[in-house]
């Protein structure tokens, strides 16, 4: 009777902490509810970096820190860093025919090696005279302007390279055949610049102004007119940053990036013809759940009175979707000192738990032998999938490449990463509750310890940003262990796409490398270079197919 007694009295004691504890759950996760859909609203636009959008969801953030007490990181909270984000054509640039001013980029454009020069000739076309603008065929054939796999940039820079040493004073080329896949302009291009103009006209611009269906003499002389201008385009991002000061020796930075993708307009979307469809990339997952996820954090240090062996750094990256661009320029702009942080945490895509699996990746887990206590503190809440290397897809890497210890939290990608449809009524909002909780436990259990996490330094080919020159242009799923690379994701008009890979296949071959996971996948990248074909060799509902495929870079 007495241990009866003794278990129903226990019972009776539990019974409030529980119900206090789910209360506090169900406060946290209606506060992230309101947080990731505002973040996700039509009204940011996708909160694409130096847009108005981006701006929008900075002054939200801040005015969160605020609310919460949470002061700014030395004396402001905005954090502005500049960056070359590729090339654009300048509204300078005109292309015009027998007088008539072409639409840039519908009838035609300059190629991102062009030379900024202002070039103007009478010719006839294919005559190619030294010391005109040559305008000649892109395609020889049909076949050739269908064929999946002519790389049309590479075409143009050979041969305008070779036709500037014979003396052309500028090259336009043009689509006589109709090409269903029509070059555009390659911000990202990496050909170096040459010492002549280069235009590409597009098969409507050819039949409207160089040969008309009404022409009598096909050797009409056409009057060109070049005036080309191409810059480098600067972006503006604005990290945020906020700061619990404890004057303790050793800080903890806690991270997570609020950027997304706008409209598709960075060609990082996974939604067909994104840019056409000016649909808005909501990013409700990626990565509205880590920004609100770390709003919280914040708000729970800041009245944890029990946590003042470290100092918090809490920190809101930009331009992470775009290669990092945000933590890379913190950590060189604040001249953060690895001696100084004790370890930093990232929090990307936390927002869509798995309630069956319960599936959580945590990264970083080898660089530094304190994070194998941190595994098992997990317990049966997840079942956890464990990536040692430091080098990730994240906001993280930019820390461990200065020496600091990391961990990444990342409940994996499904079919609405990079889409319009990353909406914020899909949040597992329970489930990115159990991830800050967990979060929160290991924070404390640090700062308990007290003492600065020793660093080690893992392999650097991981699943994380890329040291490779190709990209087959898919999406891991990095929470897959079953051997081989599953494919979550394809990206439109690259390799995969063009070779048939489709979304659920297993990637288990590419040339003769086995494929075991994300490490060896990588690993095989980096035996390839733009232009090189081979086989990839993929599981499709228990049937293997191999498939050829033309390697592009990345």
Known sequence: MRIVSLFFLGLVLFQPVVQAQKKVERRVAKQLQVDITYLASDDLEGRRT????????????????????????????????????GKEISGATQITINNFLLRMN??????PFSANKHVKSDVLPDVLEQGNIW????????DQANDPHFDAEKYMFEHAKEDAKQGASAVVFFDSYGSKQEPVFNKHSEYEQLDIPVVYLTNKAYKKYV????RTDEKEQLSVDLNISINKAERTGTNIAAYVDNKAPFTVVIGAHYDHLGYGEDENSLYPDA?????????????????AALLEVAKWVKGNKKLGNYNYLFINFSGEELGLYGSKMFVKEQKIDSTQIAYMINMDMVGRLNDSTHALTLGGVGTSPVWEEVVKMAGDNFKLNIDSSGVGPSDHTSFYNEG????????????????????????????EVKVIEYVEQVVTQMDNENVKPHFTPTKQITAGKRSYKV???????????????????????????????????????????TINGMQSYMEALNKFSPGDKTQVTVKREGKELVLPIELQAK
Do not use: C, W
């Open 135 to 142: 305008v000649k065929p892109l395609y020889t054939s049909e």
């Open 50 to 85: 130096s847009t108005e959008g981006e701006r929008k969801a900075g002054d939200y953030i801040v005015q969160r820190y605020q609310d919460e007490g949470v002061e700014p990181y030395k004396t402001q909270y905005r954090y502005p860093f500049h960056f070359i984000y």
């Open 211 to 214: 040969k008309p269906q009404d």
């Open 275 to 291: 840019v056409k469809a000016h649909q808005i990339h909501h990013g409700a997952d990626d990565n509205a759940s880590g920004t």
């Open 404 to 431: 600091i210890p990391v961990l990444f939290f990342f409940t994996g990608t499904h079919k609405d990463y990079h889409k319009p449809s990353d909406k914020a009524d899909l949040v597992n909002y329970p489930g």
């Open 471 to 513: 990209s087959l242009g898919i999406m891991p799923d990095y929470t897959y262990q079953d051997g081989g690379v599953r494919v979550d994701g394809v990206s439109d008009n690259r390799p995969a796409m063009k070779a048939g890979v489709k979304q659920g296949d297993i990637i288990t071959k590419l040339g003769d490398v």
């Open 106 to 111: 519908d009838d035609a454009f300059p190629l």
